[in-house]
């Protein structure tokens, strides 16, 4: 019986006394921690040194293990500047692998081991450290305390160069927060400091720092002199950095000043310096605030280069912010040039790299919140600790006297029980289970207490980290709760809209949008958004928000409110970006219908009655005098339909036709067409044929044509007394199309290699010697380049100076499988309808025009064809000729005095319906050529549509026939 109670006894004083142990063992690599075992502490510490210092920077866990066990030997051999050292680098290393929160817990053991030690200027040191950390994630406040514990050591050994490096921190924090007095105090002791230490170099950046302040403080003059002088120092010192960054400040002031040759001046030579460094991100910089002078001064292309070569850098060394504002200068630079697609695409690349660095900032807003809530949570713990510390200490002067209580207790216990074992056993078995339970019911409490404490931080900590506004509403619309991380986020302070009803703090309107969308949210039980503007009475300023609103359970609502003032203005700027381009592209469309429509409308006259002229029997000086108004009439009626064609080209609004057409009709067509040029340049024009091409090909007829004679025109041009060859081959072929390829090959001037680049570009010329000598403007290559690509093919040329050119392109042609003579191409049958011109028969005819030459060419021809004609001036006396007579066509000019076409066409067509007429044909007679103009006319009642200037023949083809 005694055996059995002294193990019992053994056994539960065991159970009692273990758990007030503490064992712990660091996880060392084996080898390591046999050869420790083996050395004294100091040895050991300097073993660790040895080790660590071969160890790869890969292995950061091991590394802090080592570290944590070098100073466990430094407590051992109480050396408290080893100490001191091992904490420091504990701090770098945790710092390093992103644990910040546990680097500060270190970093400030080192300070205070170095204090210990008498080292205080490493003290100072690590607290400068420390400082300036806290300094870059923006925690001014600890950055402050930590900076002025640093200055009041090294003010009190006068360590001079500590002091200028703390003044130059101290002063940047007050910077950041725009006290710039105390900023520049600290800044020109900073200065004092430096020139006392005879550090020439950190003066001049100190002085580099003052010019800041003097530029924000609005002394501008102060500032450009302090830099000069900065300036000055750093050359001497050979600072080249610092001296770079003080001649790009400069730079800067005279570029606010307006001053862009002096801020040129400077920021060249800090380009200079900065490519010398091999700074990529610094002379991008440069070539972007150089960019900005050259758009000042409308130095466009110089500005591109530059802005270009900013972006590339930047988008090789993810300099996004930066990139984002160069972004937005090339938007700026082609709306400045009026190119407004490519301005589109860096406006929109700009608002898109925008958005993405917005929300990264975010992020990182999140960060910073994070980072000062774990500094005010080690804060917390700390004190903590030093609380648990001095109960432990407590505890352990306690702990003997308890120990032995305990056992005295649990043998007089044991005693008790075992005398009362027998008659008690039943109710001792069931007590025991009774315990269990009640311990396995106390452990889940506890468990399920603890994580409901960790799940309500959680929701704190997320709720502190959203920018977010939440309101809670009661059934009733009264705000009965709401959250915001800062007070000032409010629309209005909390006093004014707790306890009270939506529709006593919002007007009428929005009162009315608010409560639609909170009875949407109950009756469907679904989440409901609305949009809306709130008058912020904190800073008087009108902001936007977007409000979310979630019914809960409970018969409240939830509601998040977030700010979008920024995104409505983007959105604003966009449609107002867009309505200025539309508006750009209108005004374009109407300078050119105007300036189509008042260049067609003389120029009408002149061919037309040139064209009357021929017909006469006229001298043969009077012949060639008629030959050159004709020519040079269509020639400028080729440089209108060139000046059109560019424009439908540069909105995109030009379409080919596909009709059937013999490629070798269309050359011998424009052969006989250019003869006249030809004879008078005394050129021959010789056209060759592949006989292998096919009769009848599918394709655009009048943009073949256009492309033709734009080139064989230009080789007659060019060779004065030569010889023009007009080659036509099969190129290629595939199951549905043909390839051909056309070569017009002169003996003229030629063109020199470096002068081709130019030739296929809009309003350009080889040379500008060309333009003065042979006239152009420059559009006819230009054109026919992009005729040539829509057809499939492509151009080019083949030249040398002086001894010819070969003009070539090629073009896709859809094959035909009908057999010959079952159909005529479409050009074929209209020279077929202008040669039944003896079926028509004789017509009444109401011409209504208001130009007199006009008049006299139409009704020439008319009379001539044995027509009667009556003319009008204008709309209202043609329509009221129109009431008096019968007439069997109406020829309509549009453009009119008194009367347009389009208002005569609408109330002649609204006579004939009041009064039960047949329609009479109406044929709009104008020099309207722009897009959409025909179907404009066909929308008010007009029949069929001639353009200004027309021939003879065209004018019969559209009366009626037989």
């Known amino acids: 019986m005694y055996d059995r109670i002294k193990i019992l006894s053994f ?26 075992d083996k050395l004294e502490p100091g040895a050991a510490y300097l073993f660790l040194d040895s080790i660590m210092a071969n160890l790869s920077a890969t292995e950061p866990e091991i590394i802090q293990l080592l570290v944590k066990k070098q100073i466990q030997f430094a407590r051992q051999i109480q050396a408290d500047s080893l100490l001191a050292k091992s904490n420091l680098k504990l701090g770098q290393l945790l710092r390093e692998n992103g644990r910040a929160d546990s680097s500060m817990h270190y970093y400030d053991r080192a300070v205070q081991w170095f204090l210990a030690s008498g080292k205080d200027i490493d003290a100072a040191n690590v607290l400068y450290r420390i ?20 200055y009041e050591i090294y003010n009190k050994h006068n360590y001079l160069k500590g002091l200028g490096d703390v003044n130059i921190a101290l002063g940047n924090i007050f910077y950041y927060q725009d006290n710039y007095s105390k900023s520049l105090e600290y800044y020109k002791e900073s200065l004092e400091k430096r020139k006392m230490f005879g550090d020439t170099s950190g003066a001049g950046i100190s002085l580099s720092n003052m010019a800041t302040i003097y530029e924000a403080m609005g002394d501008t003059i102060k500032a450009i002199k302090v830099l000069k002088e900065a300036e000055s120092i750093l050359k001497e010192s050979s600072n080249p950095y610092g001296l770079g960054q003080t001649l790009n ?42 960019a900005l002078i050259e758009t000042e001064r409308e130095n466009y292309e110089s500005a591109r280069k530059k802005l270009l070569e900013a972006l590339e850098i930047s988008q090789g060394l993810q300099l996004q912010e930066f990139r984002k504002e160069v972004l937005f200068n090339l938007n700026d630079l082609f709306l400045r040039q009026n190119e407004f697609k490519k301005a589109y695409f860096y406006f929109r690349d700009y608002y898109t790299l925008k958005d993405s660095l917005d929300d990264v900032e975010r992020e990182r807003n999140i960060m910073e919140l994070q980072m000062q809530y774990e500094d005010e949570q080690r804060v917390l713990k700390q004190q903590k600790q030093e609380e648990l510390n001095r109960h432990l200490a407590e505890r352990n002067r306690l702990k003997s006297y308890i120990l032995i209580s305990v056992i005295v207790l649990s ?14 056993k039943k109710s001792n078995a069931l007590l025991r289970k009774k315990n269990k339970e009640i311990g396995k019911q106390k452990d889940l409490l506890e468990k399920a207490i603890h994580e409901l404490k960790i799940s309500q931080q959680q ?55 608010f409560g639609t969308a909170l009875k949407k949210a109950r009756d469907n039980d679904k989440l409901q958004i609305i949009e809306g503007k709130i008058f ?8 936007y928000y977007e409000a979310r609103i979630m019914p809960s359970k409970y018969g409240r609502f939830l509601i998040t409110a977030r700010d ?14 867009r309505e200025e381009a539309e508006k750009a592209t209108e005004m374009k469309s109407m300078f050119l219908a105007s300036l189509s429509h008042e260049i067609r409308t003389p120029l009408s006259s002149i061919i037309g009655i040139a064209s009357v002229l021929e017909e006469m029997n006229l001298t043969p000086e009077q012949k060639e005098f008629v030959d050159v108004i004709a020519i040079s009439g269509n020639n400028l009626l080729n440089l209108i339909n060139n000046i059109l064609d560019f424009s439908k080209i540069e909105d995109q609004e030009l379409r080919l036709s596909e009709v059937e057409l013999d490629v070798r009709e269309i050359v011998d067509e424009i052969t006989s067409i250019l003869q006249l040029q030809a004879q008078e340049s005394e050129v021959e024009l010789i056209p060759l044929w592949d006989d292998q091409i096919p009769e009848t090909l599918i394709g655009d007829p009048g943009r073949l044509k256009q492309i033709l004679i734009n080139l064989i025109s230009n080789a007659i041009k060019f060779s004065k007394r030569g010889k023009v060859f007009i080659k036509t081959n099969l190129f290629d072929e595939d199951q549905s199309h043909y390839i051909l390829k056309f070569e017009i090959q002169d003996t003229g001037i030629g063109v020199a290699l470096e002068q081709r680049d130019k030739l296929f570009k809009a309003f350009s010329q080889a040379d500008t010697s060309i333009a003065r000598k042979y006239g152009g403007t420059g559009l006819g290559l230009a054109i026919s380049k992009y005729f040539t690509e829509m057809m499939g093919g492509s151009i080019g040329l083949e030249s040398e100076k002086d001894k010819g050119s070969t003009f070539w392109f090629t073009a896709r042609f859809e094959k035909t499988y009908n057999q010959k003579g079952e159909t005529k191409t479409e050009h074929k049958v209209m020279k077929e309808n202008a040669q039944k011109t003896d079926n028509m028969k004789k017509l009444n005819i109401l011409l209504v025009e208001d130009n007199l030459l006009n008049q006299k060419f139409a009704s020439a021809i008319l009379k001539k064809a044995g027509h009667q004609v009556d003319l009008a001036e204008n709309g209202k006396i043609g329509f009221d000729k129109f009431r008096e007579n019968n007439y069997d066509i109406v020829l309509m000019d549009i453009q009119m005095p008194v009367m347009d076409g389009i208002e005569a066409t609408k109330q002649i067509r609204e006579y004939e319906k009041t009064n039960q007429l047949e329609p009479v044909p109406i044929v709009a007679v104008t020099a309207y050529a722009m897009e959409g103009d025909e179907e404009r006319f066909y929308k008010a009642g007009i029949d069929e549509y001639l353009r200004k200037p027309y021939k003879a023949d065209q004018m019969l083809d559209i009366l009626p026939k037989k």
Do not use: W
């Open 249 to 290: 400040n400069l730079g800067t002031l005279y570029y606010n000043m307006g001053s862009y040759d002096t801020a040129m001046y400077y920021y060249k030579q800090t380009l200079e310096q900065f490519t010398q460094l091999g700074r990529e991100g610094l002379k991008a910089i440069l070539l972007n605030n150089m």
């Open 411 to 424: 043998l007089i216990i044991i005693l008790l029980l075992y005398r009362n074992f027998r008659s008690n």
């Open 459 to 513: 929701n704190v900590e997320i709720l502190e980290a959203i920018p977010d506004i939440y309101f809670v509403i009661d059934d009733r619309g009264h705000f009965i709760n709401y959250h915001a991380n800062d007070v000032n986020e409010l629309p209005m302070k909390p006093k004014s809209f707790l306890n009270k009803r939506y529709d006593e703090l919002l007007d009428k309107e929005r009162s009315e949008l």
């Open 131 to 150: 400082g300036v950390i806290y300094a870059r994630t923006a925690n001014y406040r600890n950055a402050l305390s930590k900076l002025q514990e640093a």
């Open 11 to 36: 056994f539960l004083g065991l159970c009692l006394f273990l758990p007030l142990m503490g064992i712990s063992q660091e996880r060392i690599p084996s080898d390591i921690q046999e050869q420790i």
């Open 564 to 577: 979008i003032t920024q995104r409505k203005r983007t959105e604003s700027e966009l449609i107002k970006a």
């Open 536 to 543: 912020h009475n904190t800073d008087k300023t009108e902001v």
